[in-house]
């Protein structure tokens, strides 16, 4: 049940997982610029895929896929637009 990420979706700014720790990468302790991997179709808890800005790739307990989900789900709700962007958006973050 591991299908690759969407979409890697920049956070928008420091966040803190459901546990109420902050969202770090484990090799370098980056917590702004965070890259997190979305799946619209994915609402289980499993861990998020996460990438900070040096590379780093990790999969994140406290951010489970379903909010990475909605958070996507929000934006195009806030901005239907974007549903033109998201082949692009893929090449851009996707990996
Ligand atoms: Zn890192």
Known sequence: MSTP????WPLPKPSFGVTGQPVACPECDARERLLIGLDLDD???DPSHMACPDGHRWLEPGMPRRIGAQLLADTLDADPSLYGWLDELRDVHGG
């Open 5 to 8: 990420p969407a979409l890697r």
């Open 43 to 45: 609402h289980s808890e």
